[in-house]
């Protein structure tokens, strides 16, 4: 599934404004099979058994599966992550990636990487940072406990708590606000608030300088066509 991810979205059609990840039946995702990181793995499936490898080649390894994710950040879109049910380390990272998340009222976010001995290593430990700061992001790891929907909400790692008969109609609405506003100008905002914790105030008061007088510019030209 990772590796499937990684080429949906390298091979994503330029002109997509929207994407929705979601999961088939009763949950977003139940996360990581167990049985994939012992040498044996999953009949049918490959073995993550990167712990027998060189360093150089597990970090290899796991650069391809967090490319299965990373490509949810891409400025051209808006990334909204349709979250039913359990969504379990890997699926909570998946569900972290997306730059909008909706859930519904029986949503069970869970980093349990640390309950296995391991780290969260998909790109979320510093999306989880973002969404709800340190202190709650290294009681939710440390602890490997579920958060549900309502300390979901009041920390800010969702957007909005809907019932199952809602998520998918709300996800609609989303969508087409998302769709009425001006796509390079969304780009151009989403670049700038990707980009935000990196630069400083000043800093980032140029970019902001940078990307209006391109915005100007371009609006100037249809205007004159």
Request: charged share 25%; hydrophobic share 45%.
């Amino acid at each position: 599934m990772w590796f499937a991810l990684a080429e949906i979205g390298a091979s994503l059609p330029s002109d997509v404004r929207v994407v929705v990840v979601s999961g088939e039946g009763s949950s977003f995702s139940a996360g990581l099979d167990r049985r994939m990181l012992s040498p044996d793995g999953v009949p049918g499936e490959p073995s993550l058994d990167l712990g027998s490898r060189t360093d150089a080649e597990a970090a290899d390894g796991i650069d391809a599966y967090q490319q299965g994710f990373s490509w949810l950040r891409d400025p051209r879109f808006v990334s909204i992550a349709a979250v039913q049910g359990h969504a379990i380390g890997a699926g909570f990272q998946l569900a972290l990636h997306c730059d909008i998340r909706i859930a519904t009222e029986d949503v069970q976010f869970c980093m349990f990487e640390p309950a296995l001995g391991l780290v969260p290593d998909l790109g979320g430990t510093q999306l989880l940072l973002d969404a709800v700061g340190y202190a709650k992001a290294i009681e939710i790891c440390a602890t490997a406990r579920r958060v549900g929907a309502d300390e979901a909400d009041r920390c800010g790692l969702v957007n909005l708590v809907v019932g199952h008969d809602q998520l998918a109609g709300t996800v609609d609405d989303l969508v087409a606000a998302l769709l009425s506003t001006n796509r390079d100008a969304v780009t151009e905002t989403k670049r700038l608030l990707l980009g935000a914790r990196d630069r400083g105030y000043d800093d980032q008061r140029r970019a902001e300088r940078e990307a209006q007088v391109q915005r100007l510019r371009a609006l100037l030209s249809l205007a004159s066509a």
